[in-house]
Every structure is written in structure tokens, then in C-alpha cells.
């Protein structure tokens, strides 16, 4: 790669920028049915194998009446669709498709994945054909640094009804990671780590789940299922001499997914309506995760609390983390929005 940050300026990359937010980028699938038993497998593997998720024999029954696409849905498979399309790698071995570039060059080496929003507004069938209409939203330069938030909006396009809005922030840079650098977040169980004494608490903390394990491996499997290339979660190798990390990373979609189904496994009456995140620090394979889930309480209409009821419905709001269970820190937290559906008589 030819070092192209000498010729990168405000004007190259207001250029750039203006080329880029005019394009769409259109991905299209079809939400089979294997991909998701793939992926509900590979999770029973990391939890269930140590007895980390206890379920009881009225949450088995009621995950059996649900459509077996509406849970896995909700609890991500569309990261296995609409994926990129590997086209034009990048060093790092990531499509450039949407990455910075200066006269055809390349002009960051290392990309990292910082925060997300889903919005779910129904769910597909199975065999149906999954549209994915993808943009730039914004972009930021600051200091050496570039910040880009990409917008993606599924809908089945037999019908062109919208299934999912997801929003991914990515920051795009030259410099590699500094440990030092890192002010870790701790999860405070008094206060629910908002560090305010607002009315928003937290209620009905769910201690984390006994320590489980994500092995390189485990990371291969997934990036199989989602085509991703990226080396950071492949290549130990490249990860110590070309982005100063110790080992390979845990993708980001990855931790999402591990957050969504778990809570899913513990509330199978809830259907999300959005789930909103950020990452914290670098997750690394092989350290021992926790997740913890919090319910939220607040004002009518706040972060948090029982703001609706209608109809046998109830609207309730959780802070969901993923953490180190021996010191605390926080991976990755976000603000999880559903709906509690009236009660199954079985």
C-alpha cells in the first residue's frame, strides 16, 4: 500500500466525502433457513456446554410457539445477509468499498468498529428475498482520525416493506493500538455505571453468566458465516505487527449478537423494538466474558421503566453489557427497547 496520508488534506477528504455520500450500495439475499441454525447452534455451543443459561420449561415452550425466523431476527441473524462482497480488500483484508481513498490509494491502514443502533420494525420469512439499501450518513475528520457512520435499511423486497434500520459507526486511522491509551469503563452495580444520580436506576441486576470463552476458532466460525476477511479476528500475527494488538479481536457485530441472544434467552416474551450500543474497549479472544443485564426504571417516556401499557403490552427499557467478569470492565454496553407481550397461557 502506498502511503497515501502525505496527500491526505481537508480538501482531498471533503472530495472524497462528497463522492462517497451521493453513492447507495444495494446488497441483496435470501433469509434462508440454514445460516440461522448455524449461527443458534454455534450459540448453544458457547453457552450451553458450561450450563450458562438455565432455562425453565415454560421459556422452552414459549421459544417452541414462536416462529423460529422471528426469534433469530431479533436476536441479529441479519448480520449473516446483505454482507460485503469482498470485491476490494483492503491491507487489513476488509472490503474498501466504502473506505477513505486518495487517487485510488488507500489512506488508513486500520478500521475499528466503535457503535451501533438496530431498529427492528417486523421480521422476514424464510426464503424470502432480503434487500439491503446501504449509505454514508456522515463523516468527521478530527485530528488524524476519520469517523463515519453508515446507515442500512433491510426490507423484503418482494413486498419493499422494511424490516430493519441499523446504524454502524466506524473510526478509520494510521495509529496503532496503545493500551496505555485506554481509560477503562467499570461496571458499577450501585449506580448502574450512568454515574448520575438521576431517577434512571437500575433493578433486577442479573449477575453475570459464569465465565465463558470466545477461542480463535470460535471467531473463524463466525466470520465464516458472515464472510468478513477482516485480520483483526483472523491473524494473530498481523494483529501484533501491523495494529499493536496482543491478539485477535472479537468482532463487534459479534458482541451484539452475544448481548441480543442471551437477553433473548432470559425474555422470551420481549420483542425488541431498537437495541443502541457503543464499545468500550477491545474485547480480545480467549478472556473470560460475563453479560449483564439491568432492567431500567425512569419517567413516563424516559430511558427506562414501564412508559406504555395498551392492550396487554407493556414497553420496558434494559442497559445490557458485556464485560470481563474477573475485573468488570465493560466491552460493550447499549439501551435495549421492547415490548412485553401479554402473557402465553400454555
Given at each position: 500500500?502506498?502511503?497515501?496520508?502525505?496527500?491526505?488534506?481537508?480538501?482531498?477528504?471533503?472530495?472524497?466525502?462528497?463522492?462517497?455520500?451521493?453513492?447507495l450500495f444495494v446488497l441483496n439475499d435470501v433469509y434462508k433457513p440454514q445460516p440461522v441454525k448455524q449461527l443458534h447452534d454455534f450459540f448453544e455451543r458457547i453457552f450451553n456446554y458450561q450450563n450458562h443459561l438455565i432455562e425453565t420449561v415454560q421459556q422452552q415452550l414459549l421459544l417452541l410457539l414462536l416462529p423460529s425466523s422471528q426469534n433469530a431476527w431479533y436476536w441479529g441473524s441479519h448480520f449473516l445477509?446483505?454482507?460485503?462482497?469482498?470485491?476490494?480488500?483492503?491491507?487489513?483484508?476488509?472490503?474498501?468499498?466504502?473506505?477513505?481513498?486518495?487517487?485510488?490509494?488507500?489512506?488508513?491502514?486500520?478500521?475499528?468498529?466503535?457503535?451501533?443502533?438496530?431498529?427492528?420494525?417486523?421480521?422476514?420469512?424464510?426464503?424470502?428475498?432480503?434487500?439491503?439499501?446501504?449509505?454514508?450518513?456522515s463523516i468527521k475528520h478530527i485530528q488524524e482520525n476519520l469517523f463515519?457512520?453508515?446507515?442500512?435499511?433491510?426490507c423484503d423486497e418482494s413486498s419493499s416493506k422494511l424490516l430493519l434500520t441499523e446504524m454502524r459507526g466506524f473510526v478509520y486511522t494510521n495509529q496503532k493500538h496503545k493500551p496505555e491509551m485506554i481509560k477503562?469503563?467499570?461496571?458499577?452495580?450501585?449506580?448502574?455505571?450512568?454515574?448520575?444520580?438521576?431517577s434512571s436506576s437500575s433493578q433486577n441486576i442479573d449477575t453475570p453468566v459464569p465465565s465463558f470463552r470466545?477461542?480463535?476458532?470460535?471467531?473463524?466460525?463466525?466470520?465464516?458465516?458472515?464472510?468478513?476477511?477482516?485480520?483483526?479476528?483472523?491473524?494473530?500475527?498481523?494483529?501484533?505487527?501491523?495494529?499493536?494488538?496482543?491478539?485477535?479481536?472479537?468482532?463487534?457485530?459479534?458482541?451484539v449478537l452475544l448481548l441480543l441472544?442471551?437477553?433473548?434467552?432470559?425474555?422470551?416474551?420481549?420483542?425488541?423494538?431498537?437495541?443502541?450500543?457503543?464499545?468500550?474497549?477491545?474485547?480480545y479472544a480467549q478472556e473470560e466474558l460475563g453479560i449483564v443485564v439491568s432492567e431500567k426504571l425512569g419517567g413516563e417516556g424516559g430511558?427506562?421503566?414501564?412508559?406504555?401499557?395498551?392492550?396487554?403490552?407493556?414497553?420496558?427499557?434494559?442497559?445490557?453489557?458485556?464485560?470481563?467478569?474477573?475485573?468488570?470492565?465493560?466491552?460493550?454496553q447499549g439501551s435495549y427497547k421492547g415490548t412485553l407481550q401479554a402473557q402465553v397461557k400454555l
Open positions: 500500500m502506498r502511503n497515501a496520508t502525505a496527500g491526505l488534506t481537508k480538501d482531498s477528504i471533503q472530495r472524497w466525502a462528497s463522492h462517497i455520500q451521493k453513492q445477509y446483505n454482507t460485503q462482497l469482498n470485491k476490494t480488500l483492503g491491507t487489513d483484508g476488509y472490503d474498501n468499498y466504502q473506505a477513505p481513498v486518495v487517487e485510488d490509494s488507500q489512506v488508513f491502514s486500520r478500521r475499528l468498529w466503535t457503535r451501533g443502533s438496530l431498529r427492528f420494525h417486523r421480521f422476514p420469512l424464510l426464503e424470502s428475498p432480503l434487500k439491503c439499501c446501504e449509505k454514508i450518513n463515519l457512520q453508515v446507515e442500512r435499511k433491510i477503562s469503563r467499570i461496571y458499577n452495580n450501585n449506580n448502574n455505571n450512568n454515574n448520575n444520580n438521576n470466545l477461542s480463535p476458532r470460535d471467531l473463524l466460525y463466525y466470520s465464516q458465516l458472515t464472510n468478513n476477511l477482516h485480520k483483526i479476528h483472523l491473524d494473530p500475527v498481523y494483529c501484533r505487527h501491523f495494529e499493536g494488538l496482543p491478539d485477535v479481536l472479537v468482532h463487534g457485530p459479534l458482541q441472544y442471551y437477553f433473548a434467552k432470559l425474555h422470551p416474551l420481549i420483542v425488541p423494538q431498537s437495541f443502541t450500543y457503543r464499545t468500550y474497549e477491545p474485547c430511558e427506562g421503566g414501564y412508559y406504555m401499557q395498551d392492550e396487554g403490552k407493556t414497553d420496558k427499557v434494559f442497559e445490557l453489557t458485556l464485560l470481563n467478569v474477573k475485573d468488570y470492565r465493560i466491552y460493550m
